[in-house]
Nanobody
């Protein structure tokens, strides 16, 4: 089992910055991909950014140049640095991790509880 603990959400004015953190914990699992998703009211959940263990990243077009995803493999923690925030970034942000059991080699996908990001104009 893998648990994801998110932190860093909050209320910020447009143009401001926030840094989200997501720490994964568990026994006998190897984390492959970590990602951030978000879901705004009335909209589908969308992928914001992802990063694989080798360092390859991808971003939604709407956040390119403003958000940076990074990862500390030793800590099994993923970060999302959000700069120049806009009101349309307001959403619940969810951490996601793809993990493989070191015992059975089965793959699982885990979700955090979500953290609210609100950007005022």
């Amino acid at each position: 089992q893998v648990q994801l603990l998110e932190s860093g959400g909050g209320l910020v004015q447009a143009g401001g910055s926030l840094r989200l953190s997501c720490a994964a914990s568990g026994r006998d699992f190897s984390i492959n991909t970590m990602a951030w998703y978000r879901q705004a009211p009335g909209k589908q959940r969308e992928l914001v950014a992802s990063i694989i263990s080798g360092g390859t990243v991808n971003y939604a077009d709407s956040v390119k140049g403003r958000f940076t995803i990074s990862r500390d493999n030793a800590k099994n923690t993923v970060y999302l640095q959000m700069n120049n925030l806009k009101p349309e970034d307001t959403a619940i942000y969810y951490c996601n991790a793809g993990a493989r059991s070191d015992i059975t080699y089965r793959h699982y996908s885990y979700w955090g509880q979500g953290t609210q990001v609100t950007v005022s104009s």
